[in-house]
């Protein structure tokens, strides 16, 4: 008797895992409003507004001149980038940014794709908008938002833009892109209110694509951007066509994870993993836990007290550059630590990298950009889309130095229509950045595999 009740729960246990692993669950967020005071009476403002990027005297004389009173302070011998942004180095890419670079050139380059904006929400929100130059004759562009995150913003994506846009293999899918700002970041007006998390990013750009006239979309994402377009095919799974990512960490590992990481360095086939997941994962200790303390101080700073340290960074174009150029340094490759000059310009220009710093700088965004960490982590770990899955169609582009190593195994506990996994040649955590080609490449692989399905 006992034996059989046994049996008995052992079987419902599983049949009732089954069924829960089947369901598909739909995320829900009501509406929200972000501006200043209380919704205004009246008909939402629907208009689209087209916005071009400035630059004047004044803004370059209060910049040279905060860069002038700096105040410098000698790094310990022999530390290259493991306290931080080396102060020899940085001299040198600060008198780079006050003598050589130069912002009105690159205001000319940013301004080279349009521009726009549109109030959703109460806010202003942001966005680059670039439709192809030359479609072919009964060819259909695809729809396609690219999400970015921190410390990047949109102009991570602008190497890529035209191999997506303006394709030179007649073969290719030619695509329609759209780059928007999250809210509190570049040229997107910050949340005036507590709560603007993931989620609500989300559904921000679901309005704003909606309010392009795309009925359906792809979706690519890395670092914040994995999140928010993670959100927005959870909260609409038959709007988002297929979603394309090239970062996603386990946001509540569950047992295949587990047993991967206790069994999977002496059965490593049982987990499917390979040379490469063994050298990233283990030892675990060293290169999950150790690692991921000496990578994540910021993320607690953020996630906690984001004004106190941003109103300083606000106030210091160099101690703004020094805290965003040291995560293009580490983060590409952990390896730069050991390098006198980071390894910076080995995979980045300072132009770009200093445009990027620019975003920051004039628009004033360091504050409200640190908040998103602040707004997704107070709410607490166990959000319902931290454990939802998603059952849209997923690519996923594994570069071999993303910040944080994700198996196949990993990506498709979460993602269960997982269709492409491709293990990258190079590449680090900006990969849209240091990588275009590549990402680029793999964006269209896993859209003409889904285009000719459906």
């Known amino acids: 008797m006992f034996t059989e009740v046994l049996l008995a729960l052992v079987v419902g246990g599983v049949i009732y895992f089954l069924v829960q692993r089947s369901k598909r669950h739909q995320l829900k967020s009501e509406d929200g409003w972000w501006g200043e005071g209380t919704p205004m009476d009246g008909e939402e403002d629907l208009s689209i507004r087209p916005y071009t990027v400035r630059t004047d005297d004044e803004e370059l004389e209060d910049l040279y001149r905060r860069i002038d009173q700096t105040r410098s302070f000698p790094s310990l011998e022999d530390s290259q980038f493991n306290y931080g942004f080396n102060s020899h180095y940085l001299q040198k890419v600060v008198t780079y940014w ?20 549109t109030n959703i929400e109460g806010i202003d929100v942001h966005y680059v908008h670039v439709r192809p130059k030359n479609l072919p004759e009964g060819v259909t562009a ?28 007649p073969d290719d899918i030619v695509f329609e892109v759209v780059c928007p700002s999250i809210p509190g970041y570049g040229f997107s007006e910050a949340p005036h209110k507590k709560g603007f998390d993931s989620v609500c990013a989300a559904r921000v750009f679901h309005k704003l694509m909606k309010r392009l006239g795309f009925q359906q979309f792809y979706a690519h994402g890395g670092d914040w951007g994995w999140i928010v377009t993670t959100n927005m095919a959870q909260l609409e ?27 999977g360095r002496s059965f490593p086939k049982l987990f499917g993993f390979n040379e490469h997941d063994i050298q990233r994962i283990y030892p675990v200790v060293q290169n999950l836990v150790v690692e991921s303390v000496k990578e994540s101080g910021y993320m607690h700073i ?22 965003i150029l040291e995560k293009f340094s580490t983060w590409t490759d952990h390896d730069f630590r050991n390098l006198d000059d980071g390894g910076l310009t080995r995979k980045f220009s300072l132009d770009d990298l200093l445009t990027n710093v620019m975003i920051y700088w004039t628009s004033g965004c360091i504050i409200s950009s640190m908040r998103f960490y602040k707004e997704n982590f107070s709410k607490g770990l166990d959000q319902p889309h931290s454990t939802m899955p998603v059952h849209v169609p997923t690519g996923f582009a594994c570069f071999p130095n993303e910040l944080m190593h994700t198996p196949k195994l990993w990506v498709q506990q979460k993602y269960r229509e997982l269709k492409t996994f491709t293990p990258m040649a190079r590449g680090g955590h900006f990969a849209a950045m240091e990588e275009p080609e590549l990402m680029a490449q793999d964006i269209q692989n896993f859209t003409k595999m889904q285009e000719k399905m459906k």
């Open 98 to 117: 006050r003598r050589d670079f130069d912002w009105r050139r690159q205001v000319e380059k940013l301004n080279k794709f349009p521009h726009y904006k």
């Open 142 to 169: 695809v729809p396609l938002l690219m999400v970015h995150g921190w410390p990047g913003s949109f102009y991570e994506f602008y190497r890529m833009i035209p191999l997506l846009t303006e394709p030179s293999n």
């Open 237 to 263: 799974p038959k709007i988002i066509k297929g979603l394309h990512l090239n970062f996603a960490p386990p946001s509540k590992p569950g047992l295949p994870v587990v047993l991967s990481i206790m069994l």
């Open 302 to 323: 953020q996630a906690t007290k984001p004004d106190t340290v941003g109103r300083g960074l606000n106030d210091s174009p160099v101690g703004l550059a020094a805290y």
